[in-house]
């Protein structure tokens, strides 16, 4: 006789708080709102830059020399110069109100933004506290298509200083411009949505994967899966026998829910992020 429990469905989901506040995540209110601001940090973002100079504005309709071809929230984003590996422009924003030792959520979006032509590669790296954690994908000076990163971490301290910096992962033979905008802030937790689900135990290793992603289960049954990505959408899905290997390579860097079925009931779930 199987057991039935019930469970919950775990989600890439996060609570509604004010403890945490991100001032001008959008980069909306930029020094004069009449003038394209140039080498200087938004308002309420201070320079993170050790080489180049500043950030710039991207601000439509008055920077319309520059790419992508609008901003991904509002009518502004920021425009850094790739240095080297180590050395490029960025920001920074101290951020209080977090409770050491819980997970946030740390999301913004990024493109390429290239005023002078080119194919350059270009990636954005991300500090805590003035230390490196992670890194965007390597991605073109020419791609004007908004993508978004995705990053859980612990707060090591109740006050933490934000950082965004553009690299070139080919100096000197490449260079460019990177753009980001839409930063997004919020408390990280697992909730429950009050879903009956069968109840299987299975193990998902490495956790964050890179290229695939493994998992392992005590029974022999007959199980499909199911991907979806942070907005619920699915992104793969096949069989999966006994212990499985998903291959992940396809998949972008992020936060996903992966699902587990038996004859089409839900038996299991678990959250796995997708690194480099």
Same mark, same amino acid.
């Given at each position: 006789?199987? !057991?039935?429990?019930?469970?919950? *469905?775990?989600?890439?989901? %996060?609570?509604?708080?004010v ?9 909306? !209110?930029?020094?004069?709102?009449? %003038? ?5 940090? $938004?308002?309420?973002?201070?320079? =993170?830059?050790?080489?180049g ?20 929230? @509002?009518?502004?984003?920021?425009? =850094? ?5 180590l ?20 999301t ?11 194919n350059?590669?270009? +990636?954005?790296? *991300?500090?805590?506290?003035?230390v +490196? ?16 990163? %995705? ?9 933490v200083?934000?950082?965004? +910096? ?9 260079g ?15 909730? @429950? ?7 299987i ?6 956790? $964050? ?16 899966f ?6 619920g ?44």
């Amino acid at each position: 006789m199987k !057991n039935w429990l019930i469970g919950f *469905i775990m989600v890439c989901l %996060v609570k509604v708080s004010v403890a945490q506040t991100l001032l001008n995540p959008s980069f909306e !209110n930029w020094a004069n709102p009449t %003038v394209c601001e140039t080498n200087t940090a $938004p308002d309420q973002w201070l320079d =993170f830059s050790n080489g180049g100079l500043a950030p710039d504005e991207g601000n439509y309709p008055l920077c319309p020399s520059t790419i992508p071809g609008s901003a991904s929230h @509002g009518n502004v984003y920021a425009r =850094f110069m790739a240095g080297t590996p180590l050395q490029g422009e960025g920001m920074h924003q101290p951020v209080s109100g977090f409770s050491p030792g819980k997970q946030y959520l740390l999301t913004f979006d990024f493109a390429g933004s290239n005023l002078w032509g080119g194919n350059d590669n270009l +990636r954005f790296h *991300i500090f805590l506290n003035g230390v +490196r954690v992670d890194s965007t994908i390597i991605f073109s000076s020419a791609d004007t298509l908004w993508q978004k990163h %995705v990053l859980i971490f612990n707060a090591p301290t109740s006050t933490v200083d934000i950082a965004f +910096r553009a690299h070139t992962p080919a100096w000197p033979t490449s260079g460019g411009s990177a753009a980001m905008d839409n930063v997004g802030l919020q408390p990280y937790t697992l909730m @429950g949505a009050g879903v009956d689900v069968k109840s299987i135990d299975f193990a998902v290793y490495p956790n $964050p994967c890179t290229s695939f992603l493994q998992l392992k289960f005590p029974t022999a049954e007959s199980l499909t899966f199911r991907i979806t990505d942070i907005n619920g959408r699915p992104v793969l899905e096949g069989d999966l026998p006994e212990s499985a290997t998903i291959n992940t390579a396809g998949l972008v860097p992020g936060c996903y829910l992966l699902q587990v079925f038996d004859a089409g009931q839900l038996t299991g779930q678990n959250v796995f992020l997708k690194s480099e």
